[in-house]
């Protein structure tokens, strides 16, 4: 099972001030398959990409990449940004972009000639179930999935995050297997509420709301897998890492 580490697990660090290109060589040497870059920990975008792109191809990493923007705006318009970020993804060496929908349901243009204009063939293009009313309900990225494969682009999938559903109430199980078909991309992560009632991810997979190893089971065994969860330090990403691969080696 291929397994991503996403830079939000260094997030403390990040905060710090370090950048996502110290990361690669760290993430390399923990024998991750790849690194998830994230757009926002960017201060300068077009310069920290031609310094990350030769590094992490260096290291043999695979690379994806995480862009916190919608596909279509809270009017439905189709986000006119895309390309720019399709570039950028093109030029870190990715093999997967990742967007939320936005507000698929108030969309009146032509899927198909929008969606068009995208270069869907080089790059896998995946939505997210995020955190909003819209975008991560399970059924807005079912919906907007149906209507681009009925268009004719069945190269667009889902990242099926886990943690979100904590944040938005739906339940996990049924959203796993209502997405399932679509799914090339999960993000593992498992919240909590806090003793204050506030939200939040918690340091390992075995500690939060829910059962992880249940959730994925509805999966597909070929999705990648990101750990998208603040760790304190390389020594813990190891142990959540060799949890992870026990259980793909010995029990799925």
Not at 51 to 72: C, G
Not at 84 to 94: N, P, R
Not at 194 to 215: C, I, P
């Amino acid at each position: 099972m291929t397994l991503i580490i996403n830079t939000l697990v260094y997030e403390k660090e990040i905060q710090s001030g370090i950048s996502q290109f110290d990361l690669v060589d760290r993430i390399a040497d923990l024998n991750a398959d790849g690194i998830e870059i994230r757009r926002e920990y960017f201060k300068n975008v077009n310069q920290e990409i031609k310094e990350l792109a030769p590094a992490i191809k260096q290291k043999e990493l695979l690379v994806n990449y995480s862009v916190p923007d919608n596909i279509f705006d809270e009017k439905g318009n189709f986000n006119q940004n895309l390309l720019i970020y399709y570039q950028e993804a093109k030029e870190l060496g990715a093999q997967k972009i990742k967007f939320s929908t936005g507000n698929f349901y108030r969309y009146h243009g032509d899927l198909k000639e929008d969606l068009s204009n995208l270069p869907l063939a080089e790059i896998q293009t995946t939505v997210e179930n995020d955190q909003t009313p819209i975008g991560g309900n399970p059924d807005t990225v079912y919906d907007f999935l149906t209507a681009a494969r009925k268009a004719g682009f069945n190269s667009i999938c889902c990242t099926f995050d886990l943690g979100n559903l904590a944040f938005t109430g739906f339940d996990p199980n049924q959203a796993a297997q209502k997405l399932a078909p679509f799914v090339s991309y999960i993000h593992l992560k498992n919240p909590m509420l806090t003793a204050e009632g506030k939200m939040q991810n918690t340091k390992s997979l075995d500690t939060g709301m829910f059962n992880w190893r249940a959730v994925i089971y509805y999966l597909p065994s070929d999705a990648q897998c990101a750990f998208e969860f603040a760790m304190s330090d390389d020594e813990v990403i190891e142990r959540e890492m060799k949890k992870f691969h026990e259980y793909f080696n010995n029990k799925r």
